[in-house]
């Protein structure tokens, strides 16, 4: 559900689509809602009588359903950028757009992978999400440092800089918990 609230945020943050935001913001309260009552089941699960593997497996899960909401946190940043009435997206250049774009897609394919790792038990592709990762922060370092040159070349205009850099930080942030994710996964 928040993997399908990521997308659907970068969708209407491309799209400029308010009405798609409302949809992404009224999931994270089921986000929400959901991380609450599955902790609790696992806390609770944590007070029987279980093996030393299995505790440590069990605050496996706990950290991987925090996770999982952080990324439900970051598509209501996302969907707020195309909801908020001091929409400044429209400032950022074409060339922002793209790298933004080619940013949420290694991002969506980074935590593709990792649910399905999880879902499967099969590690065998976890290095591939550890690329994508490093892959992720460099590129969010280079979209900062164009964004930078833009500006200073007049290129595009400043208005359109917390929006930029605050979708870079959520999309990188994004990628981080992929790599928590596939850490469930011996």
């Known amino acids: 559900m928040a993997f399908d609230n990521l997308r659907l945020a970068i969708e209407s943050f491309n799209k400029r689509d308010p009405d798609l935001a409302a949809e992404v913001i009224e999931t994270e309260h089921t986000i929400d809602y959901l991380k609450k009552e599955i902790t609790?089941?696992?806390t609770?699960?944590?007070?029987?009588?279980?093996?030393?593997?299995?505790?440590?497996?069990?605050?496996?899960?706990?950290?991987?359903?925090?996770?999982i909401?952080?990324?439900g946190d970051h598509a209501e940043n996302i969907a707020e950028h195309a909801a908020g009435e001091e929409n400044h997206i429209v400032f950022i250049s074409a060339e922002g757009m793209g790298e933004l774009l080619v940013l949420s897609g290694i991002v969506v394919k980074a935590l593709k992978i990792a649910l399905e790792i999880f879902e499967t038990g099969d590690g065998s592709r976890k290095p591939l999400v550890d690329e994508l990762e490093n892959e992720v922060d460099c590129l969010s370092e280079k979209c900062l440092k164009s964004h930078i040159e833009r500006?200073?070349?007049?290129?595009?205009?400043?208005?359109g800089t917390a929006v930029f850099t605050s979708m870079i930080s959520d999309l990188e942030r994004c990628s981080d918990h992929a790599t928590n994710i596939v850490c469930v996964v011996r």
């Open 44 to 67: 609770n699960i944590r007070s029987k009588d279980l093996s030393a593997a299995d505790i440590e497996k069990l605050g496996l899960f706990l950290q991987m359903v925090n996770d």
């Open 69 to 71: 909401e952080r990324i």
């Open 151 to 159: 500006l200073k070349n007049g290129e595009c205009d400043p208005r």
């Open 40 to 42: 609790a089941y696992l």
